[in-house]
């Protein structure tokens, strides 16, 4: 590595400056703002295609349009399960509109930014089970990231309380069963999906995780303040009851939130996939907050070898992410049931196809070849590109898991998108940088931290 052996930590404090607070509040106040004027354009041409479609209407044409036509096809070859599923798509069990797509919009964000501080704190949790200590000099980029998980919370339950109906196909049918034909499949899973587990079992679980997340942290503070072992010993068994507890809720959060906006559609291993995408987003995260401290004159210490480790575990999880999505989908392809492959096919059709493609190339093909060399992970440009393509490559994954579902093929990627996009970046900024103000940026007393000062890789 070529440095002296450091002995001794300097005291550093990250200061967030006005100007800081000015550029995070912008970006919040612009991301509403271009929210909003997509939301304003969005009704309009809603309600202009609606207008269209009611003048041309015609009920004894020949002429369908492309959803019904696929839909009723598909119907053909079907049993009584997906065929039901079908028809209820095609009938609108949603309540189906143009804030259908608004509230798709808010839930793609609130989602994805809620993933990168479950994440942050995964990643201590992670480390503190495995003893690693080559993270110990970035454990507070992660902490801080993981400050975040109330607020997103709060923001992603308004999304599924006050746009449940609009969400989750379920929910609706739920609500207005008198009025709707019978669904069979639906009334098998009430036991599950029904509002009490959608509005309270996520309350509990991010409580839990937020609990456990608040003693590691106060540990964490009073391990710089008072020295020994006797806090790291403590932080090493909450994290060993974080990981427990999370692995069994997470999979039902991702149940609930996510893959219940497909409700007649399931998979074993949806819950993994969400995990691979947290995971290597969140890395990818603490990589670039890393860098961008680094380049502000803070976290000197860090040094590439620590960032060489980070890009690894970011290639890493993008090969992991790639193995799962091909065993998820490789299943479905090869057994052709239509009560499975209808969730695939609903994201090949002509609307999402592009993305379907680009989904694949962004998570895994050019990351891959992006970042399989030892000197491209020690390049912080090259760094950077790979990392944006990850980053925005697992957005649009979580767009694929909630657009084709909620607003079928009356979707796209414009302003709502963006505007909510840019809001979620500067409020997660802002109170990640807000965070890291509060400790100092090395845990000094911690016992690894000179093993991460000091910490290399081999040439």
């Known amino acids: 590595m070529g440095h002296h052996y450091i002995t001794q930590l300097p005291n550093e404090r990250y200061k967030f400056s006005k100007r800081g607070r000015l550029v995070t509040g912008f970006l919040m106040i612009v991301g509403l703002l271009i929210a909003g004027f997509g939301a304003l354009r969005l009704q309009d041409s809603w309600q202009a295609d609606n207008h269209s479609s009611e003048l041309h209407e015609n009920p004894h044409t020949d002429n369908y349009n492309s959803e019904n036509h696929i839909a009723s096809t598909h119907a053909e070859n079907v049993d009584h399960h997906s065929s039901t599923h079908v028809e209820n798509h095609s009938e609108g069990h949603h309540s189906t509109g143009w804030l259908s797509r608004v509230w798709a919009a808010f839930l793609v964000n609130a989602y994805y930014f809620f993933l990168f501080a479950v994440g942050g704190l995964f990643f201590v949790a992670v480390n503190y089970v495995a003893n690693a200590g080559w993270a110990t000099l970035i454990k507070r980029v992660a902490e801080s990231m993981s400050s975040y998980i109330p607020i997103g919370f709060v923001l992603l339950m308004a999304a599924v ?5 609009h969400l989750y196909e379920w929910l609706y ?3 207005h069963k008198a009025d709707l034909p019978a669904d069979h499949l639906l009334d098998d899973k009430k036991w599950f999906l029904n509002r009490n587990w959608l509005y309270i079992a996520p309350i509990i679980f ?7 997340r608040t ?7 009073k391990e710089d303040h008072e020295g020994g072992l006797m806090f790291f010993n403590k932080s090493i068994r909450f994290s060993a009851a974080f990981i427990v507890i999370f692995a069994f809720t997470f999979s039902v959060f991702s149940w609930l939130i996510m893959m219940s906006i497909d409700p007649h559609w399931f998979s074993t291993i949806f819950s993994v996939y969400n995990f691979a995408i947290m995971f290597v987003s969140s890395v990818t ?7 961008f401290l680094k380049g502000q004159g803070y976290m000197n210490l860090v040094d590439e070898e620590i960032l060489d480790d980070l890009v690894k575990f970011m290639f890493g999880f993008s090969i992991f992410w790639a193995y799962i999505w091909l065993a998820q989908f490789l299943l479905i392809w090869y057994a052709n049931l239509p009560e499975e492959s209808i969730y695939y096919y ?4 002509a609307k999402y196809y592009p993305f379907f493609v680009a989904n694949i190339l962004m998570n895994f093909f050019l990351p891959f070849l992006v970042l399989i060399a030892r000197y491209a992970k020690r390049n912080k440009y090259i760094t950077l590109f790979g990392g944006i393509l990850i980053l925005v490559g697992h957005w649009l994954d979580i767009y694929l898991m909630v657009m084709p579902g909620v607003v079928g093929e009356k979707a796209g990627i414009g302003p709502l998108e963006i505007g909510f996009g840019i809001f979620f970046l500067g409020l997660f900024c802002y109170v990640l940088r807000h ?6 940026m090395y845990p000094k007393n911690h016992p690894f931290v000179l093993e991460s000062a000091n910490h290399e890789v081999g040439p």
């Open 161 to 165: 309380y006050f746009g449940g109906e």
């Open 173 to 175: 049918y739920n609500n």
């Open 206 to 212: 991010v409580t839990i995780w937020y609990a456990l």
């Open 215 to 221: 003693v590691i942290r106060r540990l964490s503070l």
């Open 285 to 291: 995260v603490i990589t670039f907050i890393t860098i």
């Open 346 to 349: 609903e994201r090949w059709v």
């Open 435 to 440: 965070s890291l103000s509060k400790a100092d």
